[in-house]
Nanobody, 123 residues
Framework: QVQLVESGGRLVQAGGSLRLSCAAS????????MGWFRQAPGKEREFVAA???????GYADSVKGRFPIYRDNAKNTVSLQMNSLKLEDTAVYYC?????????????????WGQGTQVTVSS
């Protein structure tokens, strides 16, 4: 059974940093795309960042330059380093993994999802 488990979400002040991690189990994703999405209260889930099997990355304009994404194939993990956090970054953050090798921004591209981790940015 494939599982994605996020960790690292917490309350943080605006301007601060946070690192989210996602550990995959049940199969290896080293040749697959992995990514992060988020859902703020009252809004639809949206793409944040993703990384292809070869390290190619993609970002939403709202986080570009602030939220680098990394993967560790040996550990079967993907991480999101969140810097210069803003109030509008408050959301539940979800890890996702695809059966495809390259990343995409669409939710439907991804086949596996974690339960989410809450990130709250305060002023």
């Amino acid at each position: 059974q494939v599982q994605l488990v996020e960790s690292g979400g917490r309350l943080v002040q605006a301007g601060g940093s946070l690192r989210l991690s996602c550990a995959a189990s049940g199969r290896t994703f080293r040749r697959n795309a992995m990514g992060w999405f988020r859902q703020a209260p009252g809004k639809e889930r949206e793409f944040v960042a993703a990384i292809s099997w070869n390290g190619d990355t993609g970002y939403a304009d709202s986080v570009k330059g602030r939220f680098p994404i990394y993967r560790d194939n040996a550990k079967n993990t993907v991480s999101l380093q969140m810097n210069s956090l803003k109030l509008e970054d408050t959301a539940v953050y979800y890890c996702a993994a695809a059966n495809e090798a390259t990343w995409a921004t669409e939710e439907g591209w991804y086949d596996y999802w974690g339960q989410g981790t809450q990130v709250t940015v305060s002023s």
